[in-house]
């Protein structure tokens, strides 16, 4: 099927000249990924209706064209961007945006999924609500839904998953079958829960036109400090210890290590050094509490909450803390979610999502960090991530004059390393947070029993059987080659 085929057949169903680019000036921005991996698209469609984006997603399925869906194209495992044939056709979430409905009542929000983060919860704040997924970048409600993020208050509210109640589909099929799984109900037993099966499964099973959202109430108190602990090994121990004073009022404990806060204060100039006047910790705790309600007349203030359990720490026999900083909390957040943008700043940036039973994380973490000096002894360990969870971005900075021209191959025995230590190893799982995508589809056939790959295949074949989505989901192990 030639290319102005295609397009004459999407311009008979398309709304207007907007919802489809085929100039390569205009298409460029959605080729470009988040870690500037680049691809070429043949057409980018906006459609801005589910009526649009079906007759889109059928007429791509007739004529047996690959279907790459885009949200905000925020993440980095090269998921969202298209392959280099130029034979894949982009279908970009940005125009779902219109839709908009906020039930007070019911604490829930129903919206494109076009919308983004800041300006779903830009929108809730004169309600005194907010989607409670935290993140240092600005995707859209689609793109969080497919590769169910979690965030850094994944501890606190859970992951998108979580807090989803409803969703709209748009299924691969050569109808565009538009799957209406809306609702607002928390509470609902009455069969198979669709909507799970499009949650995290980065649009192979469809694309997410609209979703009903779970909102929290916006907190009126927060403290924060920054820890620092007297040896990696006392972390577990602090971390259950905030648990049983705090309870549901622990928002976060986040971790951050010294190179990665090192290189954050280098190359971000924004932030301010928490640590002036002092050596700089190995690593550090971000820790943060929060109340829903003023502080009243009878209550202490969460600052001096904090402040106690703090010495309670210090007055323990065992040796917990070496010191407690108290920086503002928009402070102490900015440091953290800016540490993305000072490491990828640093060098070559080898980057991993990886995830642990908690006290397994803190062993490989320590285990790590004593093994990659002697495998690979020029990269700089920057790693950071969500404690409270399990969670830790493991960062490798390499100077890319270190490996004479080698890189490509350094880097590839590099990942299986890490990936291979953390699942085999640790029990980890080699994507926390941010899918599968390009980068790991090698892991995910190596580590997925066989029999779940059948059953994803199968499913895929059911409900999507078009080329939709990114290609875990189209093949099995032995038919694929690493790529869509």
């Not at 007759?55 to 969202?80: D, F, K, L, R, Y």
């Not at 919308?115 to 969080?144: C, T, W, Y």
């Not at 920057?382 to 399990?390: K, S």
Request: hydrophobic share 40%; glycine share 8%.
């Amino acid at each position: 099927m030639s290319s102005n085929s295609l397009v004459d057949a999407l311009k008979e169903v398309a709304h207007s000249d907007h919802a489809i680019l085929t100039e390569a000036i205009h298409k460029s921005p959605y080729e470009t990924g988040a870690r500037r991996e680049q691809g070429q698209a043949s057409i980018v469609l906006r459609p801005a209706t589910n009526e649009e984006m079906s007759a889109m997603v059928a007429i791509c399925v007739q004529m047996n064209v690959e279907v790459v869906p885009q949200s905000a194209n925020t993440g980095v495992v090269w998921g969202s961007t298209p392959d280099t044939t130029g034979n894949q056709v982009l279908l970009s979430l940005d125009r779902m945006s219109k839709l908009f409905e906020v039930d007070v009542v019911n604490r829930s929000v129903r919206v494109g999924a076009g919308v983004r983060l800041s300006e779903l919860n830009a929108k809730l704040e004169q309600h005194g609500l907010f989607f409670p997924i935290d993140l240092g970048a600005d995707p859209m409600v689609g793109g969080m839904i497919s590769t169910n993020t979690g965030g850094s208050r994944f501890m606190r509210y859970g992951d998108v998953r979580a807090n989803t109640l409803g969703l709209k589909v748009v299924l691969g099929d050569r109808d565009g079958t538009l799957l209406d799984l809306t609702s607002g109900l928390r509470k609902n037993n009455v069969g198979v829960d669709w909507k799970h099966v499009f949650i995290g499964t980065t649009g192979s099973f469809g694309i997410v036109t609209e979703a009903t959202l779970n909102l929290e109430l916006v907190p009126k108190q927060t403290a924060v400090a920054l820890l620092l602990p007297s040896s990696l090994s006392v972390v577990a121990d602090i971390l259950l210890e905030a648990e049983r004073e705090f309870g549901p009022q622990l928002m976060a404990f986040e971790y951050m290590s010294a190179n990665a806060i090192q290189a954050t204060l280098e190359h971000v100039p924004r932030i301010k050094n928490p640590f002036v006047g002092q050596q700089q910790p190995e690593f550090t705790i971000l820790i943060e509490i929060s109340r829903t309600w003023e502080i009243r007349e009878s209550e202490v203030s969460l600052d001096q909450v904090l402040e106690d359990f703090l010495v309670g720490l210090w007055e323990k026999p065992q040796s917990l803390l070496n010191n407690a900083l108290s920086p503002r909390p928009e402070e102490a957040w900015s440091l953290r979610h800016s540490i993305s943008e000072g490491v990828r700043t640093q060098g070559h940036l080898i980057a991993f999502d990886l995830s642990f039973e908690r006290g397994r994380l803190i062993e490989f973490i320590a285990y790590a960090k004593e093994e990659i000096p002697k495998h690979f002894p020029t990269l700089q360990v920057c790693d950071f991530g969500h404690l409270g969870d399990g969670g830790v971005h493991f960062n490798l900075v390499a100077n890319v004059d270190d490996f004479q021209g080698e890189l490509p191959v350094a880097e590839a025995k590099i990942r299986d390393w890490v990936i291979e230590t953390c699942v085999t190893k640790f029990g980890g799982s080699y994507s926390g947070e941010h899918g599968i995508g390009r980068k790991n589809l090698k892991y995910y056939h190596q580590f997925t029993p066989q029999l779940i790959t059948q059953i994803s295949a199968d499913l895929k074949q059911l409900l999507s059987p078009g080329r939709l989505g990114f290609a875990q989901f189209h093949t099995l192990k032995e038919d694929s080659q690493g790529g869509s």
